[in-house]
């Protein structure tokens, strides 16, 4: 889990909120709460580090809608939705819309707690992986031209002389930039450089 991570509880039954700040303060994970998914996006709490806590069901926009507000907004967070019995199949629409999980209500401690850890441990993992791709960007970004040229041909699976054909440079010539992009990249073997390389073209 992250080292402080914190949940936005969203829902307008104060009794429930309250009962949610209690189960998650008891677990030691940070919490701020709203009574509506206007004022939590008017509030626009740093998201970096959190989790969504909120009911489907709400007066003005509701979870779904917030789900697609913060998509529109490209905010990557992991949102759990609460739902009574009656509105699964909203539910169910929601986990297309793009939510981590959704929760029956009666809602049970933990299983409450097991789905915020989930969700913020997929989190992590999420952007554990967006920060190596973006470090390896920036590594391909301080390569000069050539270097990337030959970077691009190895990617490709193209042996050296082919590379020297391609650029019209000598295979010796090839091998010099082909090392100079292995130790700046910071790849240990060419499987290596050529994971790191398609792994950072991926968009999350």
Do not use: W
Request: overall charge negative; aromatic content about 4%.
């Amino acid at each position: 889990m992250a080292s402080d991570p914190i949940v936005y509880v969203i829902d307008d039954d104060d009794g429930a909120r309250d009962a949610l700040e209690f189960l998650l303060d008891t677990a030691s994970i940070r919490v701020r709460s709203f009574a509506s998914a206007d004022r939590f996006l008017a509030a626009a709490p740093p998201l970096h580090g959190a989790c969504i806590l909120t009911d489907v069901r709400m007066p003005g926009m509701n979870g779904i809608e917030l789900v697609e507000e913060l998509k529109r907004r490209g905010a990557n967070v992991p949102v759990i939705v609460v739902t009574g019995h009656a509105d699964v199949p909203l539910a169910i629409q929601a986990l297309h819309a793009g939510v981590a999980d959704f929760i029956e209500k009666p809602v049970h401690d933990e299983l409450m707690l097991e789905a915020i850890r989930k969700a913020i441990a997929d989190r992590d993992g999420v952007e554990q992986v967006e920060s190596e791709r973006a470090e390896v960007r920036s590594r391909i970004q301080a390569l000069s031209g050539r270097e990337r040229e030959v970077m691009d041909g190895l990617v490709a699976g193209k042996a050296n002389k082919a590379i020297a054909f391609d650029l019209g440079i000598s295979a010796r010539t090839v091998e010099v930039y082909r090392a100079n992009v292995m130790m700046k990249l910071k790849a240990k073997t060419l499987s290596d450089l050529v994971r790191m390389v398609t792994n950072s073209r991926h968009a999350r």
